[in-house]
């Protein structure tokens, strides 16, 4: 069987015939393996969804109990028989319940990374190597000038700066799943042990996560009304970047704006953001970490979706790799 009879790109996503079945497909469907939570991956309609317990709760909290009409949780290393193809999830490291996704037919594998990271992570399971014929990789910082710097010195700027500013409230963007998680626990890790205060859009999330066992201390609700903006002199507030261009953000005392991003590499990013202390701190793979992990899995083709494609293809040619751009669409940079 070729690897493009077993699962190939659709409109609607990648498409497996044999299985019946659509991988993070970006339209509502009759059968959907999702691979993670975040909203340009996983989204509500679909008649059924097979994806991790994690996952499938992340669904329910961010779209409601009837976000799809049936559910089935699959274990990591659990394999699951769909319609005579045999799938099977694996950790991604990407955020909590992220999983990559192996497809098995006849002989051929092929795997899904979905969005992956190698670097450790405390809120998430750590990225499982999985042996493949065709590894479909995401490309998000897929160009040999990101190279992202250790996490832990990032929070470390964050720290210095409450020291050198301590009458500013620090506003620190992180999108809502993962990355707010992720970052509450640097903190954390780096001995921060005041309460970080947290918008709204982050507290059913934060929930869960602690509901999972991932500790994230003492965090608060980021109210404020003009009488107690003085609480917040010298806090950490931590919210979706969203939230920091509307009035909210305003209401706070002297607010430094920091942003939690892999893109804040990107000077003119930050600097279009009206960012002022931009945190490097991504939960996808940077150009190192990419190559590494097709060398490591040295499969016979790659396939490469949703971020700098060309880039990674031509790498894959020149290492002798057969290997393809797979121009999907819909799949946006909410977990970066």
Not at 91 to 112: F, N, T
């Amino acid at each position: 069987m070729k690897p493009e009879a077993l699962l190939h790109p659709t409109p609607a996503g990648l498409f497996c015939p044999a299985g019946g079945f659509y991988v993070d497909p970006v339209r509502p469907v009759e059968r959907a393996l999702i691979t993670h939570g975040h909203s340009d991956h996983a989204r509500s309609g679909h008649a059924r969804v097979l994806a991790t317990r994690q996952t499938l709760d992340i669904m329910r909290i961010r779209y409601g109990e009837d976000f799809c009409g049936e559910e089935q949780a699959a274990a990591f290393g659990e394999t699951v028989e769909v319609n005579g193809v045999t799938v099977s999830f694996h950790p991604a490291g990407h955020v909590l319940g992220s999983a990559q996704i192996r497809i098995v037919k006849d002989g051929l594998r092929i795997v899904v990374s979905g969005d992956y990271k190698r670097g450790i992570d405390p809120t998430c399971a750590p990225f499982e190597p999985v042996a493949c014929d065709v590894f479909i990789t995401e490309a998000t910082f897929g160009l040999p000038v990101f190279h992202h710097p250790k996490p832990q010195a990032e929070i470390g700027k964050l720290l210095t700066s409450l020291k050198q500013f301590p009458e500013r409230t620090h506003l620190v963007g992180a999108y809502a799943l993962g990355k707010a998680q992720r970052v509450i626990r640097l903190i954390r890790d780096a001995g921060y042990d005041r309460p970080v205060y947290i918008h709204g859009a982050l507290a059913k999330l934060c929930d869960y996560y602690e509901g999972q066992g991932i500790a994230l201390g003492d965090l608060r609700a980021a109210t404020i009304d003009k009488k107690a903006d003085q609480d917040f002199r010298g806090a950490i507030v931590v919210g979706p970047p969203s939230a920091f261009q509307d009035r909210w953000a305003r209401r706070f005392n002297e607010p430094l704006i920091a942003f939690a991003s892999g893109w804040m590499m990107v000077r003119q990013r930050a600097k279009q953001g009206g960012v002022e202390l931009p945190l490097v701190i991504s939960d996808h793979c940077d150009w190192p970490e990419l190559l590494d992990t097709i060398k490591e899995l040295s499969p016979g083709e790659v396939w490469v979706t949703h971020g700098r494609e060309e880039a990674l293809v031509r790498w894959c040619e020149l290492q002798g790799i057969a290997a393809k751009p797979l121009h999907l669409v819909g799949y946006e940079d909410e977990g970066d």
